[in-house]
């Protein structure tokens, strides 16, 4: 590890936080319907499509008609995509020919980018027409952010208001997520991103004739666009297969830089919408800490493994630094940090390959996901996730000192806390189920590349990455097949609607609830002492659920290492 390492680390962090507050205080007023610097120009639309939908904003909704919303908005969205796929063949804006994607595919692809996590079993540039790339999967970036963050306001609203049956409108927030947060920024973002050499065009890919004189097709696209909203919403999608390491989609440092800061940001502001909504912005900075503490101790311990290198690469004398599958333009510090900021978020997003990492370096980022992806999270997502561990943190703590739990003056009684265990179990479920089956089933055994405890960690990585919605492979894995295709897919839906139907159920239990006030005995949620509880209670809670399936794989891989044994 080195100095310069660790500067461009704490560099990063600081902005993070520098804009947690001011993006916080204008998604605020968003979602609050207030007046913004935006409201002239996108007020007239919002309130058109407000009219041709046959909603309105003074329409309020009871939680299951919040959640019956979403479900539907979410199999619509899913039925869409899946038939741009299969009909691609067929449709314009397909230069290279693109034939129909694969029905098992096709299914993977659309369960994938509807639940905002953007798994691909596919090489984007070599699989998806223009128009899929943007009337597809670039839409389902928006509404799947959009979502995410509605169920986040929704829930923070269980909290602020007392005594009331509804959580807001679901089409009302999602419709002022996409016209007042979303498309803004990522216009911008797609216009810098234009500035720094990322391609936007709809012109066919080009052929050039390589110096030994052959032929080479460089493919172009609607670029630039579908990197500003996979970075901002948290998708990680990527048109190129190579990611965020190729040119085109990450091409130098201050891309690079842009693009991990985007990961972050609404996922941090949202702290900081919870504090203004519930009238206390120090309980959001209590979260942001809790999320700021796991996210240092990753960074650190992913760094400091990556510079370590591997002891029998060093024995045979190479000492270069441990540069393979690292994206060698940035080095081992921006990798590593890249690699937990990606899995800290549900973002998919890789500059560099992790199954090249070391067992501890590879172990954070399963770790991060592990935990339900709570440290920022995906754009909403993470912060619900958290949320549920909070309830579990303030009922250990009622359990301690005698008294009922009690949360910003909401009594956290049985019911919350079975949705919020019920959310945070389900994780686990899908992702040590399907990788028990998975391990021993020939056909997916013969997709795995390593053998060993590798072999173990990138089935396990597989899966983990799917319930989580994060989308990042270790890349040793073959999952285009029939097997991975629909169990990741399933495993997907899985991992998005059984965390939000409980979150939404504990939503609709609090928002009904009066506000007690606080007393001498009330437990304080906005200090070191509730920050230092909630990381424990997530660390034990959720770490230790895969221990067993961790000690089999990323953590016996490293003894072995150290004791000199390869697979």
Same mark, same amino acid.
């Given at each position: 590890?080195?100095?310069?390492?660790?500067?461009?680390?704490?560099?990063?962090?600081?902005?993070?936080?520098?804009?947690?507050?001011?993006?916080?205080?204008?998604?605020?007023?968003?979602?609050?319907?207030?007046?913004?610097?935006?409201?002239?120009?996108?007020?007239?639309?919002?309130?058109?499509?407000?009219?041709?939908?046959?909603?309105?904003?003074?329409?309020?909704?009871?939680?299951?008609?919040?959640?019956?919303?979403?479900?539907?908005?979410?199999?619509?969205?899913? #039925?869409? @995509?899946? +038939?741009?796929?299969? &009909?691609?063949? *067929?449709?314009?804006?397909? /230069?290279?020919?693109?034939? %129909?994607?694969?029905?098992?595919?096709?299914?993977?692809?659309?369960?994938?980018?509807?639940?905002?996590?953007?798994?691909?079993?596919?090489?984007?540039?070599?699989?998806?027409?223009?128009?899929?790339?943007?009337?597809?999967?670039?839409?389902?970036?928006?509404?799947?952010?959009?979502?995410?963050?509605?169920?986040?306001?929704?829930?923070?609203?269980?909290?602020?208001?007392?005594?009331?049956?509804?959580?807001?409108?679901?089409?009302?927030?999602?419709?002022?997520?996409?016209?007042?947060?979303? #498309?803004? @920024?990522? +216009?911008?973002?797609? &216009?810098?991103? *234009?500035?720094?050499?990322? /391609?936007?065009?709809?012109? %066919?890919?080009?052929?050039?004739?390589?110096?030994?004189?052959?032929?080479?097709?460089?493919?172009?696209?609607?670029?630039?666009?579908?990197?500003?909203?996979?970075?901002?919403?948290?998708?990680?999608?990527?048109?190129?297969?190579?990611?965020?390491?190729?040119?085109?989609?990450?091409?130098?440092?201050?891309?690079?830089?842009?693009?991990?800061?985007?990961?972050?940001?609404?996922?941090?502001?949202?702290?900081?919408?919870?504090?203004?909504?519930?009238?206390?912005?120090?309980?959001?900075?209590?979260?942001?800490?809790?999320?700021?503490?796991?996210?240092?101790?990753?960074?650190?311990?992913?760094?400091?493994?990556?510079?370590?290198?591997?002891?029998?690469?060093?024995?045979?004398?190479?000492?270069?630094?441990?540069?393979?599958?690292?994206?060698?333009?940035?080095?081992?510090?921006?990798?590593?940090?890249?690699?937990?900021?990606?899995?800290?978020?549900?973002?998919?997003?890789?500059?560099?390959?992790?199954?090249?990492?070391?067992?501890?370096?590879?172990?954070?980022?399963?770790?991060?996901?592990?935990?339900?992806?709570?440290?920022?999270?995906?754009?909403?997502?993470?912060?619900?996730?958290?949320?549920?561990?909070?309830?579990?943190?303030?009922?250990?703590?009622?359990?301690?000192?005698?008294?009922?739990?009690?949360?910003?003056?909401?009594?956290?009684?049985?019911?919350?806390?079975?949705?919020?265990?019920?959310?945070?179990?389900?994780?686990?479920?899908?992702?040590?189920?399907?990788?028990?089956?998975?391990?021993?089933?020939?056909?997916?055994?013969?997709?795995?590349?390593?053998?060993?405890?590798?072999?173990?960690?990138?089935?396990?990585?597989?899966?983990?990455?799917?319930?989580?919605?994060?989308?990042?492979?270790?890349?040793?894995?073959?999952?285009?097949?029939?097997?991975?295709?629909?169990?990741?897919?399933?495993?997907?839906?899985?991992?998005?609607?059984?965390?939000?139907?409980?979150?939404?159920?504990?939503?609709?239990?609090?928002?009904?609830?009066?506000?007690?006030?606080?007393?001498?005995?009330?437990?304080?949620?906005?200090?070191?002492?509730?920050?230092?509880?909630?990381?424990?209670?997530?660390?034990?809670?959720?770490?230790?659920?895969?221990?067993?399936?961790?000690?089999?794989?990323?953590?016996?891989?490293?003894?072995?290492?150290?004791?000199?044994?390869?697979?």
């Amino acid at each position: 590890m080195t100095l310069n390492g660790w500067l461009q680390i704490l560099f990063y962090c600081g902005i993070v936080v520098l804009l947690a507050k001011p993006l916080g205080g204008y998604m605020y007023r968003v979602f609050n319907g207030k007046r913004t610097f935006l409201s002239p120009l996108l007020g007239p639309i919002e309130r058109g499509l407000y009219r041709i939908s046959g909603t309105s904003e003074r329409e309020d909704q009871h939680w299951t008609a919040y959640a019956a919303g979403i479900m539907f908005f979410s199999i619509a969205s899913f #039925l869409v @995509l899946y +038939i741009l796929q299969r &009909l691609q063949g *067929v449709l314009p804006y397909n /230069p290279a020919g693109m034939a %129909p994607v694969d029905a098992n595919l096709a299914f993977n692809t659309a369960a994938s980018f509807v639940t905002n996590t953007n798994w691909q079993n596919y090489g984007g540039e070599s699989t998806m027409s223009y128009l899929v790339q943007m009337a597809g999967l670039t839409v389902q970036n928006f509404m799947s952010a959009a979502v995410g963050i509605a169920i986040a306001v929704a829930l923070i609203r269980g909290f602020a208001r007392a005594s009331v049956k509804s959580i807001g409108n679901f089409w009302v927030d999602m419709t002022r997520c996409t016209l007042y947060i979303l #498309l803004p @920024l990522c +216009i911008v973002l797609t &216009l810098v991103y *234009v500035w720094l050499g990322i /391609p936007q065009t709809v012109g %066919p890919y080009v052929d050039a004739t390589t110096l030994e004189g052959a032929k080479q097709t460089i493919a172009l696209g609607p670029v630039a666009s579908q990197v500003a909203i996979k970075m901002l919403g948290t998708n990680g999608g990527g048109f190129f297969n190579a990611n965020a390491a190729h040119p085109f989609e990450n091409p130098d440092a201050i891309s690079n830089l842009i693009q991990m800061v985007t990961i972050f940001a609404l996922g941090a502001a949202l702290t900081n919408v919870f504090g203004r909504m519930v009238g206390n912005q120090r309980q959001g900075w209590a979260i942001l800490a809790a999320m700021g503490v796991l996210f240092l101790a990753g960074v650190a311990i992913c760094y400091w493994a990556e510079a370590a290198g591997n002891p029998l690469v060093h024995a045979l004398g190479i000492d270069g630094g441990n540069l393979e599958g690292k994206e060698t333009r940035f080095g081992i510090a921006l990798s590593a940090l890249f690699a937990v900021i990606t899995t800290a978020a549900s973002c998919g997003a890789v500059n560099a390959m992790h199954d090249s990492f070391t067992a501890l370096g590879g172990l954070i980022p399963m770790i991060n996901m592990q935990l339900g992806e709570v440290i920022v999270g995906g754009v909403g997502a993470g912060f619900y996730g958290m949320m549920m561990f909070i309830v579990l943190a303030v009922f250990v703590a009622g359990l301690m000192v005698g008294r009922t739990p009690e949360y910003l003056g909401k009594k956290i009684e049985a019911k919350e806390v079975k949705m919020a265990m019920l959310a945070i179990l389900c994780l686990p479920l899908a992702m040590l189920s399907f990788t028990a089956i998975a391990v021993v089933l020939p056909s997916a055994v013969a997709s795995i590349a390593n053998g060993g405890p590798h072999g173990f960690s990138e089935v396990l990585y597989a899966y983990t990455s799917a319930a989580a919605n994060n989308g990042s492979a270790f890349g040793g894995l073959s999952g285009n097949t029939p097997w991975f295709n629909i169990t990741l897919g399933i495993t997907m839906l899985m991992g998005r609607f059984l965390v939000i139907i409980p979150a939404l159920a504990i939503a609709g239990s609090l928002v009904a609830k009066k506000t007690v006030p606080a007393s001498a005995g009330t437990f304080p949620t906005d200090g070191p002492l509730f920050v230092g509880l909630l990381v424990g209670v997530i660390v034990i809670v959720g770490g230790l659920t895969f221990f067993p399936a961790l000690a089999v794989g990323p953590i016996v891989e490293h003894l072995a290492m150290i004791h000199g044994q390869s697979f």
